[in-house]
């Protein structure tokens, strides 16, 4: 495994490249008539496991064979231009040939610009990946020619079952409870001051494990439990976001924008009633209005057309309903050579959106900065995958967790709230609250 910074002319051997289909036995779907993501997700090792999966689609990988570490404003660049240095001297041969297969990076980056997390892009040694019913097997390795076929059961370590974490302690982030509601009427009057119209404010809370955390556990139980999210695990980053940055593929663009939110009941009767009001509030309407804005007129410079939703739909998930929008596009046609923009190119136009920042966005930025008393990290940046032309889905990383590389037992959850002027410290305290539970359910013993 190599580890670069973003000068190309440190590149190693060219990778050499196999996909081949794969006959991987796929579970009977669920009750509910999904498939199981844990047919991916079974395959992982315990270490520093990388996947990417939704509704049993997707990818899983692990190893390095290449490691590409980037930081500051020019992070999304200069990680793009060591991958097209990469793809450029590959030795590639893809029997399979669908988005997802040939070439693969995943990649997670810090939200913020002077973030130290910075970002990170790593090149697996293997791939496992499934798409409309098909499978397939990738390795990635450095040298000068290709092998013969590679066979599955030669490569998976067909790890024994994820361990549990055993009992699980709580305890106070960079603020208590009480302190960020502070932070929240911090928010609450700077945008009464005319200083931003809408911030983003996020809240940390620190998990110890009796043992030290298998990243497998808590990937199947998010799987399982929030189907229609994206789970998602890079280098020690790790959740199922709700919330799509941004897909691309063959010139066709996706962004699923969620902003305003309320917490279930647990009756289906109840839940109807709460998402009639949550689509009539006028409070969570306005945030969610910011939000689409923003993602649109981050893409309309790339499309030769758009289409925005007049008004939201109520997506459903077991612990919050949100206002949602899918934001689309047709990707302006290439002029002369110029190839479409990548999908790191357009994840990096949108990042930050107002959902996950404010607006508008470098005075919501700075008040974050001013006010959170904690570095973010990786949460709430882009966290995804992309192939050798560049297509590729970016998720932002949220109802996520921080795995300590210093300390295993240690896990960090994030949760991140949208203020407006009319938001209240208590009742964004609670939302914060909704939004912790997935994580906190991933990390639980019992059913």
Same mark, same amino acid.
């Given at each position: 495994?190599?580890?670069?910074?973003? @000068?190309?002319?440190?590149?190693?051997?060219?990778?050499?490249?196999?996909?081949?289909?794969?006959?991987?036995? *796929?579970?009977?779907?669920?009750?509910? !008539?999904?498939?199981?993501?844990?047919?991916?997700?079974?395959?992982?090792?315990?270490?520093?496991?990388?996947?990417?999966?939704?509704?049993?689609?997707?990818?899983?990988?692990?190893?390095?064979? $290449?490691?590409?570490? *980037?930081?500051?404003?020019?992070?999304?660049?200069?990680?793009?231009?060591?991958?097209?240095?990469?793809?450029? =001297?590959?030795?590639?041969?893809?029997?399979?040939?669908?988005?997802?297969?040939?070439?693969?990076?995943?990649?997670?980056? #810090?939200?913020?610009?002077?973030?130290?997390?910075? !970002?990170?892009? @790593?090149?697996?040694?293997?791939?496992?990946?499934?798409?409309?019913?098909?499978?397939?097997?990738?390795?990635?390795?450095?040298? #000068?020619?290709?092998?013969?076929?590679?066979?599955?059961?030669?490569?998976?370590?067909?790890?024994?079952?994820? @361990?549990?974490?055993?009992?699980?302690?709580?305890?106070?982030?960079?603020?208590?409870?009480?302190?960020?509601?502070?932070?929240?009427?911090?928010? +609450?009057?700077? +945008?009464?001051?005319?200083?931003?119209?809408?911030?983003?404010?996020?809240?940390?809370?620190?998990?110890?494990?009796?043992?030290?955390?298998?990243?497998?556990?808590?990937?199947?139980?998010?799987?399982?439990?929030?189907?229609?999210?994206?789970?998602?695990?890079?280098? !020690?980053?790790?959740?199922?976001?709700?919330?799509?940055?941004?897909?691309?593929?063959?010139?066709?663009?996706?962004?699923?924008? $969620?902003?305003?939110?309320?917490?279930?009941?647990?009756?289906?009767?109840?839940?109807?009633?709460? #998402?009639?009001?949550?689509? =009539?509030?006028?409070?969570? $309407?306005?945030?969610?209005?910011?939000?689409?804005?923003?993602?649109?007129? #981050?893409?309309?410079?790339?499309?030769?057309?758009?289409?925005?939703?007049?008004?939201?739909? @109520?997506?459903?998930?077991?612990?919050?309903?949100?206002?949602?929008?899918?934001?689309?596009?047709?990707?302006?046609?290439?002029?002369?050579?110029?190839? =479409?923009?990548?999908?790191?190119?357009?994840?990096?136009?949108?990042?930050?959106?107002?959902?996950?920042?404010?607006?508008?966005?470098?005075?919501?930025?700075?008040?974050?900065?001013?006010?959170? !008393?904690?570095?973010?990290?990786?949460?709430?940046?882009?966290?995804?995958?992309?192939?050798?032309?560049?297509?590729?889905?970016?998720? +932002?990383?949220?109802?996520?967790?921080?795995?300590?590389?210093?300390?295993?037992?240690?896990?960090?959850?994030?949760?991140?709230?949208?203020?407006?002027?009319?938001?209240?410290?208590?009742?964004?305290?609670?939302?914060?609250?909704?939004?912790?539970?997935?994580?906190?359910?991933?990390?639980?013993?019992?059913?």
């Amino acid at each position: 495994m190599s580890t670069l910074t973003s @000068v190309p002319e440190d590149l190693p051997h060219p990778l050499v490249v196999r996909t081949v289909a794969l006959d991987l036995p *796929v579970r009977a779907p669920d009750a509910a !008539g999904l498939p199981h993501a844990d047919d991916l997700l079974d395959l992982l090792p315990p270490d520093a496991p990388l996947a990417w999966v939704r509704r049993g689609d997707g990818l899983v990988a692990w190893g390095e064979t $290449l490691r590409v570490e *980037v930081g500051g404003a020019q992070r999304f660049a200069d990680a793009e231009a060591v991958w097209r240095a990469v793809v450029a =001297h590959a030795v590639v041969r893809d029997e399979v040939q669908v988005p997802g297969t040939g070439p693969v990076a995943f990649a997670s980056f #810090a939200f913020d610009d002077e973030s130290p997390a910075g !970002g990170v892009v @790593v090149v697996p040694s293997v791939v496992v990946g499934r798409r409309a019913g098909r499978t397939w097997l990738t390795t990635i390795s450095t040298g #000068a020619t290709l092998g013969p076929a590679p066979v599955l059961a030669d490569l998976v370590g067909l790890a024994q079952p994820p @361990v549990s974490p055993g009992v699980v302690t709580y305890d106070d982030g960079a603020v208590s409870a009480d302190g960020w509601r502070d932070v929240v009427a911090a928010g +609450i009057a700077a +945008i009464r001051r005319g200083e931003v119209d809408k911030v983003v404010l996020a809240r940390d809370v620190v998990a110890t494990t009796e043992r030290p955390l298998d990243a497998r556990w808590a990937l199947s139980r998010l799987a399982d439990r929030y189907p229609s999210c994206w789970t998602f695990a890079v280098d !020690g980053l790790l959740g199922a976001t709700p919330e799509l940055l941004v897909r691309s593929e063959k010139g066709l663009v996706t962004s699923r924008v $969620l902003a305003g939110t309320i917490r279930r009941t647990g009756d289906d009767a109840a839940d109807l009633a709460r #998402a009639a009001i949550l689509a =009539h509030s006028s409070k969570d $309407l306005e945030e969610h209005e910011y939000a689409v804005t923003s993602v649109a007129q #981050a893409l309309e410079p790339f499309c030769s057309s758009t289409n925005v939703p007049d008004v939201p739909f @109520v997506l459903h998930l077991p612990n919050v309903l949100h206002l949602a929008s899918d934001v689309t596009g047709v990707l302006t046609a290439p002029v002369d050579t110029d190839a =479409h923009p990548t999908s790191l190119a357009l994840a990096a136009a949108l990042h930050p959106t107002a959902a996950v920042c404010g607006t508008p966005t470098v005075a919501a930025r700075e008040l974050i900065r001013a006010v959170e !008393g904690m570095d973010r990290a990786r949460y709430a940046g882009p966290v995804g995958w992309f192939g050798a032309d560049g297509d590729g889905e970016w998720g +932002i990383a949220l109802r996520s967790a921080q795995t300590s590389s210093d300390d295993p037992h240690r896990v960090r959850l994030f949760a991140g709230c949208g203020i407006v002027a009319a938001s209240d410290p208590a009742a964004e305290l609670a939302e914060s609250e909704a939004k912790l539970e997935p994580m906190r359910h991933a990390l639980t013993t019992t059913p």
